[in-house]
Nanobody, 127 residues
């Protein structure tokens, strides 16, 4: 599975950005798709996940983005999206998409549980 993330850029606080992650190599509907981010000097942290068909496509978010970010997927295009609204300077980071077919619910927030990663896209939010 190859993942290609795009859509990062510069936004002002309160603005919006939409990230995309296109997957190729295998049908993605069964995969859990997730977004992580890593700010300079910090560990990679979980942002959001959309579980595959086996998990009912349920969505999960870290508390700091609930109500502001939305993860969605288009299986016909093998693409997962992260709509980011009401951006804050604290959202500045490199955002990575990740995928895994066998991940269980208790593991979705753990980066090491994912087998496949995209290359990352920079999001910078100015105050």
């Amino acid at each position: 599975v190859q993942l290609q993330a795009s859509g990062g850029g510069l936004a002002q606080a309160g603005g919006s950005l939409r990230l995309s992650c296109a997957s190729s190599g295998r049908p993605s509907s069964r995969f859990t798709m997730a977004w992580f981010r890593q700010a300079p000097g910090k560990e990679r942290e979980f942002v959001a996940a959309n579980r595959g068909s086996g998990g009912g496509y349920s969505t999960h978010y870290t508390d700091s983005v609930k109500g502001r970010f939305t993860i969605s997927r288009d299986n016909s295009k093998n693409t997962v999206f992260l709509q980011m609204n009401s951006l804050e300077p604290e959202d500045t980071a490199v955002y990575y998409c990740a995928a895994d077919q066998r991940i269980i619910l208790s593991e979705i927030r753990r980066a090491s549980a994912y087998d496949y990663w995209g290359q990352g896209t920079q999001v910078t939010v100015s105050s």
